[in-house]
């Protein structure tokens, strides 16, 4: 990501620091980073979905079954979802941390955070 984006953390100068500080602040960044974040909260739900769907399963199978057998399903689903969603918020907050916080960002950005280049 250090070609399409950079980190004011990381500049030492004074009057760099300055003036990305103010590009940080515009609103085309401001706009940028809201929908990083869009992009990256629909990132990880979707990868949520598509690794989680045993859970979904679970569900169905507690709707066709009779009550007993739907009560204890229901019973393994509850700790299964929090621990889906205490994963999905965990992974939100390192990448958020990782690619947008304190970054200003250029062209290709968005393309970048998709789809990473580890080159």
Do not use: T
Not at 63 to 88: F, K, R, Y
């Amino acid at each position: 990501m250090a070609d399409i984006s950079r980190r004011i953390s990381d500049i030492d100068d004074a009057f760099q620091r300055g003036v990305c500080e103010a590009i940080y602040r515009s609103p085309d960044q401001r706009r940028k980073r809201i929908f990083v974040n869009i992009v990256l909260y629909l990132k990880h739900i979707l990868r949520g979905l598509l690794f989680s769907w045993p859970l979904y399963l679970l569900g169905l199978a507690a709707l066709l079954a009779d009550e007993l057998a739907a009560q204890w399903l229901v019973l393994l689903l509850i700790p299964a979802v929090w621990v889906s969603g205490v994963i999905l918020w965990r992974g939100i907050r390192e990448d958020h941390a990782k690619l947008v916080q304190d970054m200003i960002f250029g062209e290709g950005y968005l393309k970048q955070l998709v789809w990473p280049n580890d080159d």
